[in-house]
């Protein structure tokens, strides 16, 4: 069975310095892997994913993750906060076959002025 | 595109009507998933179509739950009787030949 874990409910960091959001997963065979942010009040956004190739993947924002096959990771980065990046972030996994994604339970970033 | 359109945005109830939420997939789609998301369970996948069928409905909570997809571009999520326990917001997505899936604004359902 596919799973995702997001280890930190609430990461908090000032703005204009580097962030960070972890992520892990089991998936049996390949991981399709994605990150999408959530706004209040609104749906979720995609904002990267990782399917096969360099394992940093750039994508909307600004934001950028990097797969880690070793320690089965999918960590989200951004080099440098902005207060509009506070939001609800949430990883999400598959494997190669056309099953839905897994989601983890979220981390909600705080970027502090 | 529009992207995925869901109705209502809000709605409020009382315990034991029926309530029907409805879901317009991107044009082209051929997957369709219906999400609840609450506080303390997080994001859970109800039920998900491929090509109009019921693939899974592992997610459904109960028997009082039931979704359709008559057509490629209309879906339902049916609760009768409801309870006030089903309060949440609950989500549409679809995926087309890309990877990822593209989600609705949701609606916020609300029992009192």
């Known amino acids: 069975a596919q799973s995702v874990a997001q280890p930190e409910d609430q990461v908090n960091v000032a703005e204009g310095n580097p962030l960070t959001v972890k992520c892990t997963y089991s998936v049996s065979g390949n991981p399709y892997l994605f990150w999408y942010v959530q706004y209040p009040n609104r749906g979720l956004q995609f904002l990267l994913k990782y399917i096969t190739g360099d394992n940093l993947v750039k994508g909307s924002y600004g934001f950028e993750a990097e797969f880690n096959k070793s320690q089965t990771s999918f960590h989200l980065k951004k080099p440098s906060a902005l207060v509009s990046d506070s939001a609800l972030y949430f990883c999400a996994v598959r494997d190669s076959g056309n099953t839905p994604l897994v989601f983890g339970k979220g981390t909600r970033l705080s970027v502090i002025a | ?112």
């Open chain 2, 1 to 112: 595109d529009a992207g995925v359109i869901q109705s209502p945005r809000h709605e409020v109830t009382e315990m034991g009507q029926e309530v029907t939420l409805r879901c317009k997939p991107i044009s082209g789609h051929d997957y369709l998933f219906w999400y609840r998301q609450t506080m303390m369970r997080g994001l859970e996948l109800l039920i998900y179509f491929n090509n109009n069928v019921p693939i899974d409905d592992s997610g459904m909570p109960e028997d009082r739950f039931s979704a359709k997809m008559p057509n490629a571009s209309f879906s339902t999520l049916k609760i009768q009787p409801s309870e006030p326990r089903d309060s949440a917001v609950y989500f549409c997505a679809s995926r087309g030949r890309s990877y990822e899936q593209y989600f609705g604004p949701g609606t916020r359902l609300t029992v009192t």
